[in-house]
């Protein structure tokens, strides 16, 4: 008994110094925290912000310690940068809309555009799909234009122009595009304000307009927050170009696609983050590949095509106490393939009468 309270009293003076030094790291962390920064004057799409009104810069403070205090997101946001927010600039400046628009993409998506949020937004401007479409954004089994960056960043430009032209006022635009434009109506009308600075609305909405000030101030002026980029390591920009695609076949493999432009399936999709299927359909499609891959793209493609001719398609009419599996079995293909090809599931429901698409090998 005597030996084992020995080597737990050991064990003890050996935590003593290594708990010391974190309760200082986590001070020292405090200490930052309550000190950040905040300008005496600040301008949000161009418009003044009231920081001297009522608890506006304190709503800003708390955006400004959220966003330090668990820094993975801002991490992730001056990492992607790089990457996407030219293409942002670059459009926004085409649109002619303030340039602090871009800072809405950060705090939606950390700037992904595979993004989905339990709600069913999806891409880096998180569009409903009800929105989406209002803005011509569509969503079809294998492609998703929410999570393009330029058709999706020109969508969002334009819905909170719109907006802004709706309230009059970006604040109140950033807050319609969280909250809806119904929603702050009503909020307005109900209690009888006119900007956005003195209206009570849902936290999330509430917090979402602070949250943009607060990525902005962080982007501006890095070096006020301890923020050294000097010799930090971002993501990769990869050099790419855009090529059109027709094909005149009813599928090409996505996987095919890759194949030609000499980068993996991941590669390809990450690029063009709207394929959602493993192929693509006839027609023209405009994808972005890796540079060097676009010479002798096409003459690639076409070789593939020629030794990979496409399957006869054939038409096939469910009849009673017919199944899927059955079905898939009877034409010697996957009941996965089968389902795949007319927009079904292995749990699906098939009715007689009903007409499947099987496609055969040669």
């Not at 969503?139 to 334009?158: F, I, P, Q, S």
């Not at 009059?168 to 434009?181: P, V």
């Not at 695609?245 to 996987?255: F, G, H, K, Q, W």
Request: proline share 7%.
């Amino acid at each position: 008994m005597n030996r084992c309270r020995t080597a737990l009293a050991a064990i003890l003076l050996l935590l003593v110094p290594v708990a010391a030094p974190r309760a200082e790291e986590g001070g020292a962390a405090v200490n930052r925290l309550l000190r950040l920064w905040i300008p005496d004057s600040l301008e949000l799409c161009g418009e003044p912000v009231p920081l001297d009104h009522e608890d506006v810069a304190d709503r800003l403070d708390l955006e400004l310690v959220v966003a330090l205090g668990d820094p993975v997101s801002a991490t992730l946001w001056f990492k992607r940068a790089p990457r996407y927010i030219p293409l942002i600039d670059r459009i926004i400046a085409e649109r002619g809309v303030p340039p602090d628009l871009k800072y809405v993409a950060l705090i939606e998506s950390n700037l992904r555009p595979d993004a989905v949020s339990r709600a069913g937004a999806a891409g880096a401007w998180q569009f409903m799909p009800s929105t989406g479409r209002m803005y011509g954004l569509q969503r079809l089994g294998w492609r998703d234009d929410r999570r393009t960056w330029e058709k999706a960043t020109r969508a969002a430009v334009d819905h909170l122009a719109d907006l802004r032209e709706r309230f009059g006022s970006w604040a109140l635009a950033l807050a319609a595009y969280n909250a809806g434009s119904a929603r702050v109506s009503r909020a307005l009308e109900a209690q009888g304000q006119d900007d956005f600075y003195g209206l009570r609305l849902p936290r999330e909405t509430e917090r979402y307009v602070f949250r943009v000030m607060a990525a902005k101030l962080l982007f501006e002026n890095p070096g006020a927050y301890g923020i050294d980029l000097d010799g930090a390591r971002f993501f990769d920009v990869p050099e790419t170009t855009v090529v059109e695609l027709e094909i005149d076949r009813r599928r090409l493999p996505v996987a095919a696609v890759a194949q030609a432009a000499g980068t993996s399936y991941r590669g390809l999709v990450r690029e063009n983050p709207w394929i959602m299927g493993p192929a693509l359909p006839r027609g023209t499609h405009r994808l972005r590949i890796p540079a060097p891959g676009a010479d002798g793209f096409e003459a690639r493609l076409s070789r593939w095509s020629e030794a990979n001719p496409e399957p006869q398609q054939v038409y096939y009419r469910v009849r009673r106490g017919d199944t899927l599996s059955g079905i898939a079995r009877k034409h010697n293909v996957a009941l996965r393939q089968l389902c795949e090809w007319n927009g079904l599931t292995t749990r699906s429901i098939i009715r007689p009468g009903q007409t499947l698409v099987v496609q055969l090998t040669n």
